[in-house]
C-alpha cells in the first residue's frame, strides 16, 4: 500500500531563510507527485506536481521541489521565505496510470516571523 | 469559474443524531471525491465517484456513512447515527477526470459531534 512520510510536524522560520520540507513515498511503481497547500482559513490549493520529465518542479509562489527517484523523495523548497507563506503544507502521492487516488501525508505546519 | 461549493461550513450535533453534506463540484467536472481530514493529520479517501456512480467506497464505513451523487453532479455525505469519533472535517473535491488531473478541493465542512 502507498504512504507518505513528511518529517516535519512544525518548522518555525524567520522572513528571508531558506526551506525545506520533506517528502518520503511507499511505493514500488510509478507515481505522481504533489504538493498541496493550505493557508489559514482558506481551501486546499495546488502548489505543484511531477508527473514526468524534469524531476525539477517549479511551482507558484517560488516553490519548486526535486523529485529524487533514487530515494523515494519529493522535497519542497523555497530559497527565501515570506510571512505569507505561513500555512500548512500536504506532500501527496498517486500511483500512475491507475484510477489512483491521492494519499497525502499528515502535513507540515509552517510558521515565519516577520 | 466558482470553485467547489460545500454547505454547511460548521455543524455541531449531539452524539446519536443524522447529518448530512452537501458538494456542488466545479462545473464540467465528472469525478468526485469525499474526503476526511482529522486533525492533525492528512485528507483520506471517503469515496470517489465518476459521473453518479461510485467507483471506490473502500474506505466509507458503511454501517452509519452513506453518500449519493445523483444526476453526476451534487453530492451529499451523510452520516447516520453520528458518533463522538466522527468529528472532523470533511472535504469535498473535484476533477475532470480521475488519475493525473489536479484534484480542487471546497473549503470543507467542520463537523463538532458533543
Known amino acids: 500500500a502507498q504512504s507518505v512520510s513528511q518529517h516535519n510536524h512544525h518548522v518555525i522560520l524567520s522572513e528571508a531563510a531558506s526551506l525545506e520540507l520533506g517528502c518520503n513515498y511507499s511505493?514500488?511503481?510509478?507515481?505522481?507527485l504533489f504538493w498541496y497547500v493550505q493557508y489559514p482559513g482558506q481551501h486546499l490549493q495546488l502548489l505543484l506536481k511531477y508527473f514526468s520529465g524534469d524531476p525539477l518542479v517549479k511551482g507558484i509562489k517560488g516553490f519548486e521541489a526535486e523529485f529524487i527517484k533514487s530515494k523515494f523523495s519529493f522535497n519542497l523548497r523555497k530559497p527565501s521565505v515570506q510571512w505569507s507563506d505561513t500555512a500548512e503544507y500536504f506532500c501527496a502521492v498517486n500511483a500512475r496510470g491507475s484510477q489512483g487516488n491521492l494519499i497525502f501525508g499528515k502535513g507540515t505546519k509552517l510558521s515565519v516571523k516577520p | 469559474e466558482a470553485g467547489v461549493v460545500q454547505s454547511p461550513r460548521y455543524k455541531i450535533i449531539e452524539k446519536k443524531q443524522p447529518v448530512a453534506f452537501w458538494c456542488n463540484p466545479i462545473s464540467g467536472h465528472n469525478t468526485l471525491y469525499w474526503y476526511l481530514q482529522n486533525l492533525g493529520q492528512g485528507p483520506e479517501l471517503l469515496i470517489r465517484?465518476?459521473?453518479?456512480?461510485?467507483?471506490?467506497d473502500s474506505q466509507l464505513p458503511k454501517d452509519r456513512f452513506s453518500a449519493e451523487r445523483l444526476k453526476g453532479v451534487d453530492s451529499t455525505l451523510k452520516i447516520q447515527p453520528a458518533e463522538l469519533g466522527d468529528s472532523a472535517v470533511y472535504l469535498c473535491?473535484?476533477?475532470?477526470?480521475?488519475?493525473?488531473?489536479?484534484?480542487?478541493f471546497g473549503p470543507g465542512t467542520r463537523l463538532t459531534v458533543l
Open positions: 511505493y514500488g511503481g510509478t507515481v505522481n
Open positions: 473535491a473535484s476533477s475532470f477526470v480521475a488519475g493525473e488531473n489536479e484534484q480542487f
Open positions: 465517484y465518476e459521473n453518479e456512480e461510485a467507483v471506490d
